[in-house]
């Protein structure tokens, strides 16, 4: 992130490659969105053959790939010379220490040892700087659970301790780290805090299997850590509900509790609308956490707890060693597991072939449905590609700051009752039980365009001191929602327009950020600078990405975002990365039109990918 590899391919080489194994190199590559990288990527070498042999490849399909790359000088030995790059950053192996990332961000990585520095830092620290600005009186508040046991909490502890995501929990090393390290725990006699929600979803069945053998289940078990599915669980918001006596305890003292899951995503808003702290940790680690109950605090010199000797335990006490982890493993994964799992699985699974479906080559769209509905992208779409012209008479439904998520422009997780899609979900017979969340009602567009910037902690700057999906309505100064807003622009023929930071649409890369942006009505998005897959997403919906130039930013313009706004040069000889103009009120400055090739302008006079695909298909047939 510090170095700056948006739009870059990152190949990850030298000597410590030959001592990191392939899951590793997994969970590393697959953190590329996160470092802002259009991907990661290790070469290909003996581990990778091993790792295919221990995953159930026959002996043929891996001595196709090792001739084929060694044929194409694409196999890498210790020997191998280092490819020439555009560009190097170097990390030495041997400074790697034990640590975290949060709570707002997953750039934001915290050494162990100086967590609970950081976080009193953090308590005081202010918004804009990835705090919490609370003061002394604050600082000191406390919530009471009542709930079959008594308990006071606050700032920092741990409501919610998940081993989930696709990034971690398929590597054998961490997963076996973390029963090992629950085993030794239970063994100690140390429980887990009653108020932590614990959960364990591994990254594929074979996980269950393994850890079943090695006979760790049953100690995770014990600690909270049951199986609750495999797939997207607590890291996108799918936790389930915390308990109302603690919901009650935080709401009692404002506070900002926490949460640690071995996922790769923590921003604002995403895990639990009730949990304002959100800490990426090892699945080893987020075991401890949850032991310990709180994220303030130093497990180099602190205890997790009294042992049923009544002597304090430390981390050090339980951790297990790499060779205890690497024997375990070797004891555990059998090749025969991988094939028996998944050998047929595209053709076997009877749980899957048993979901009803309607037949017939075109789907039959239900109006009462309140998943899927038709979306409405190519109603009234001409035939012709229409002519480009200048966009006049625009208000800014949305003005943020720097390191907007496409989670902050499109949640994922639990819908709010008193939200826009949960008032259209009871509107049509939904109960509150029965909302689900936004990622799964992504079919359809009534509910995902009422969630667009409804994030419970996107900050728009069009209204001060407020946190969610509101927005005022300009020129009248009216607060309401955003969706609502959309709409009475709609009804004013008034296009809209975005204004944001640095790092704008950092993220998952969720499809839904630039339709429901699209949706709402907005033209174009001004920004300091784009996370590389949403600008290519708005792209593909027909939404101008500007960029500004010369390091101007809309707080260097004085942008209120009260000014009526003009973008001007739209014409159909545009041309890539384009200088355009852009009028606002009595200010004028320069942008640089972020439609990259001549592809995506297409795209964009087409109003979107869609209608350029449909418009192809109509002329070819």
Known sequence: RKKGVVEKFVEFYGPGLSSMGLADRATIANMAPEYGATTGFFPVDAETLDYMLRTGRTREQVDLVEAYYK?????????????????????????????????????????????KSKWNDLLKSSIKDGGYELDDAARKSEGHIKNGYEANITHGDVVIAAITSCTNTSNPNVMVGAGLLAKKAVEKGLEVKPYVKTSLAPGSRVVTDYLDRAGLTEYLDKLGFQTVGYGCTTCIGNSGPIPDPVVDAINEGNLVAASVLSGNRNFEGRISPHVKANFLASPPLVVAYALAGTM?????????????????????????????????????????????????????????????????????????????????????????????????????????ADSVTTDHISPAGSIAKDSPAGKYLQDNGVEVKEFNSYGSRRGNDRVMTRGTFANIRLRNQMAPGTEGGITRLIPEGKQMSIYEASLEYKKRNTPLIVLAGAEYGTGSSRDWAAKGTFLLGVRAVIATSFERIHRSNLVGMGVLPLVFKDGQTHESLGLTGEETFEILGMTDDLKPRQELTVKADDKEFKVICRLDNPVEIDYFKNGGILQTVLRSFIKDS
């Open 71 to 115: 044929e194409q000088g694409l196999f890498r030995t210790d020997s191998s010379p280092d490819p020439i790059y555009s560009d190097t950053l170097e990390l030495d192996l041997s400074t790697v220490e034990p640590s975290l990332a949060g709570p707002k961000r997953p750039q934001d990585r915290i050494p162990m040892s100086g967590l």
């Open 296 to 400: 303030d605090i130093d497990l180099v010199k602190d205890p997790l707890g009294k042992g049923k000797d009544g002597n304090d335990v430390f981390l050090k006490d339980i951790w297990p060693s790499t060779e205890e982890i690497h024997k375990t493993v070797s004891s555990s994964i059998e090749p025969e597991m991988y094939q028996s799992r998944y050998g047929n699985v595209r053709v076997v699974n009877e749980m899957w072939n048993e979901i009803p479906s309607p037949e017939g080559q075109i789907y039959e769209w239900q109006e009462t449905s309140t998943y899927v509905q038709e979306p409405p992208f190519f109603i009234d779409m001409p035939l012709e590609v229409p002519s480009l012209s200048d966009i006049k008479g625009a208000r800014c439904l949305v003005k943020v």
